[in-house]
Every structure is written in C-alpha cells, then in structure tokens.
C-alpha cells in the first residue's frame, strides 16, 4: 500500500509517499522561509500563492523519488486542520483532485496530532498510549494520545504559541526569522539566569495550560523600558541580547517541561512524545532527556528533520485508513484548533 500526504498548513509545501508498513519511500519539503523572512513572520496572502506554485513540483517530485506512479497510490492523506485558510485551502484542494483523478480515498490529517506522530516514525515502533506535547510557530498543546486516532486535549496556550514567542522576541533583538534557530543559537553565549522572566501557570497544578505573551512582553520591557514603545532606537550590546535570549528561553523552556511532566504524572502513562518546531531547541531536548529520565518516562522527541512541517509525519494517515476513517469530497477545512 502507498499513501501520497500533503501538507501545506502554514508555510511549507510538502509531500511524502509512506507505506502500510509504515517506510518513507520519499519526502520532499519546499520552504518558503526567504519569502516570509523581511516581514519577520508568515504572511498568510503570500503563503497560500506560494503553495500555489509549489504545490504540483513537490507532488511529482514526492512521486518520482519513491518512483512510483499516481497509478500505485492507494489514498491521498492531506492536513485540513489546524492552519492559515488559504494554506490549508491549497492542500485539501490539491488532494481532492488527485482522489477523484484516480478514484482513491481520501484521509483528513490534524496536523497536531501529526507533529506527535513524528514520535512514532521516527523510533520505529508504537509510542500509544502516551502524554504528546506538540510545541509549534502556531501551537502549543498537551494531549493524552489513546491511539493514533484518538487524541484527547489536555490543554494548550491560551494565548501566543511558543515559536509564536521565539518569533517575536527574536524580531524585538533584531536577529533573522525563523526566530527560534536564532535565538537558540545566540542563547549559547548568554546566562540562563541573567533576567528572571515569568513562568506562567509553572504553580498551577490544576491546568495544563501555557501562556507566552506576558513572559514576550517583559522580554519587550527589558529592552525597551517600561512603556516605550519605540523598539527600533534600543541598541543592546551583544552580551546583552545573548543574556535576554538565554534568559528567555530558559523561561520558556521550564513552563514547557513543568507542564509536560505534570501531564505525565496526573496521567499515570508512561511515555512522553514531544514533535513541533520548538522541539528543534536544543535546550528543550536536553532538559527533557534530563528530567523524563529522573522521573521514570520514556522520552520520544522527533528528529530535527521531523521537527519543523514535512509531510512523513502525514504517516498518521495510514492508522485512519487502517481503522476505516476516510472522508467524502465535502470535506472541508477548519483553520482553528479543534480541541479533541
Ligand atoms: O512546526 P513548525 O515548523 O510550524 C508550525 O506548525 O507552526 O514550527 C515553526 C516554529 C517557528 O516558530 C520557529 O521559530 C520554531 O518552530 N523553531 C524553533 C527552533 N527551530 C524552529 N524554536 C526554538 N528553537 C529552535 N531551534
Ligand atoms: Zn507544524
């Protein structure tokens, strides 16, 4: 059996030809990273034109590596949720198209639940049941994964994303977008404990929420000074960024840990599996290999590949086709987050 997956929810076209058995016959990810890079984030409009242009490429590309043929495709797997409108749009239309132009099913990917998935990909084996922390440019949410089909939310951000923060804080010390490498890679220099930034919810044993945007704006009044929104006239000297940019990310870092432990504990499963871009963070991945191991968990962290959108952890697709969850045509897109 091949699945041909598509993803296209934010601000990579992508598409991968995964098996039954779960092998990645081929992966092809077009970034629009040096699109988006002037405006310090992704900007739906040019996005969703993009995948436009790309969307066709990639999917022959997909095809011609793990050569195979739209013939050999057994369904077509597409992310239709959570994204940009229009990105998402791109997809599902794409998707629908090769399902009637080769009359095969069609599979609805969340695209969350995917980033978890990479988990299972990646180790080669089953990761269910487990806590899943997706940490992404748009996300930021606990679930308790029954199965690859049944994802229960525990909680999430309740206002800004983690990589939504690392985006904007990296923007506010003038480093290049995607905020997240960069701010990660200047935090090497810095003090972890140069500024202490608030961690929200760390005390609250009864959520499992996150929140990022005070801890986004004291990094902003620590550069700026309370109540001066002139941003652009501060000139930090590089010790300093490097000390915020630690300082920050350790913040970060402690409420994503804290949280993800305390969903494992409350939950009595064994296994935490962490995907999303923030997952890439070389700090997370230490301080969670640190503390899953004290506390007795198995850790699964998708690979840096993995991490950012691709369309192998799509692979999810092939446990929906399995137990017989295939949509019709009306399918639709639902760009919110859909908290199940
Ligand atoms: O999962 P992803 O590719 O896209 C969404 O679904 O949103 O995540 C992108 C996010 C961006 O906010 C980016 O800054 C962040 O992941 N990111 C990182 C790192 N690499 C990417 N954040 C922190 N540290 C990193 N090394
Ligand atoms: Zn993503």
Redesign the pocket.
Known sequence: MNVLALET??D?TAAAVVTGDLTVRSSVVASQDKLHERFSGVVPEIAARAHVERILPVIDEALRRANVGLQDIDAVAVANTPGLAGSLLVGLVAAKALCVAVGKPLVAVN?VHA?IYACRMASGKNVFPCVGLVV????SNLYRCEAPYDFRYLGGTIDDAA??A??KVAAMLGLPY????A??RVAQQGSRTAYRFPRSFLNDDSRFDFSFSGLKTAVRYTIAGKGNPELQKCELPDSQVSDIAASFQEAVVDCLVGKALLAARRTGLPTLCVG???A???RLRQRLADETQRAGVELHIAPLHL???NAVMGALAVERLKAGLTEDLTLDVFPGLLRS
């Open positions: 929810t934010c990579e695209h980033h992404s440019g748009g996300h990589g939504e690392f985006d995607p905020g997240g490498p701010v990660s999303g871009g923030v890439a963070n070389g991490c950012t959108d």
